[in-house]
């Protein structure tokens, strides 16, 4: 099965700084790549995905990269605020067909310092 | 829109107790819908999915069961109770795949 590993497990910032986090992949069939944000005691939220069929995807002050030959993948947040402070998970599955399910890493706790 | 309800958001139940998690999806039609449950930690650990009604799957051994009997609905239930059951149960859905979208979660403490 799929293997997700995540890091760091936990990231300091200054606030303005950058923040980036990095996932690797097992399953070279895997194609669908999402990020959430968990704030405590909430559900987690899905900020931004990417699909292998492109490299990379900005929304804002958030950017994924993917690459698929090295099975890898990073979340880059720019000009980081307090509120970015939160638990980052990455996860990595397949899109259609009866393909339903996330394997997820283990989680960023990402501390941003005013 | 699509939204996800979780009930409820918090619970306390003796050890031995039966328990019953309910979520509901509005807005679409026919989710994949998925259980998970997170420890102390941060991990999710995938409990059950279902791709259509009466369609349930397990992806652990444990002391809980799963049904889904409606399209839009998707229960966690217990006979027993034990205290390793305690921990943050997040129910989520999906339209296509393997996306999730994921509700506010039940934080559930067995004394």
């Known amino acids: 099965g799929e293997n997700v590993e995540q890091h760091p497990s936990t990231l300091s910032v200054q606030e303005g700084d950058s923040a980036v986090i990095k996932c690797t992949y097992s399953d070279s069939a895997s194609n669908y790549f999402p990020w959430y944000k968990q704030e405590l005691g909430k559900g987690p939220q899905l900020i931004i995905d990417i699909r292998s069929n492109v490299g990379e995807k900005k929304d804002q002050r958030i950017a994924v990269t993917l690459n698929k030959t090295a099975k890898h993948f990073s979340l880059h947040i720019t000009e980081t605020q307090p509120e970015d402070s939160a638990v980052y998970f990455c996860?990595?599955?397949?899109?259609?067909?009866?393909?339903?399910?996330?394997?997820f890493g283990k989680g960023t706790l990402l501390t941003v310092n005013p | 829109s699509q939204t996800i309800h979780q009930w409820p958001a918090t619970l306390v139940q003796p050890v031995g107790s039966p328990l019953s998690l309910e979520c509901t999806v509005e807005?679409?039609?026919?989710?994949?819908l998925y259980w998970y449950r997170q420890a102390a930690g941060r991990g999710l650990q995938l409990l059950f999915y279902s791709v259509g009604i009466g369609q349930i799957s397990s992806e652990v051994p444990q002391n809980l069961s799963a049904s889904r009997p409606q399209d839009r609905q998707f229960i966690l239930s217990s006979k027993k109770l034990l205290l390793s059951d305690s921990g943050f149960y997040l129910c989520a859905w999906g339209a296509r795949g393997s996306e999730a979208f994921f509700g506010q979660g039940t934080r559930l403490t067995v004394v």
């Open positions: 807005g679409t039609s026919n989710p994949n």
């Open positions: 996860a990595a599955g397949k899109s259609g067909g009866s393909n339903y399910k996330l394997t």
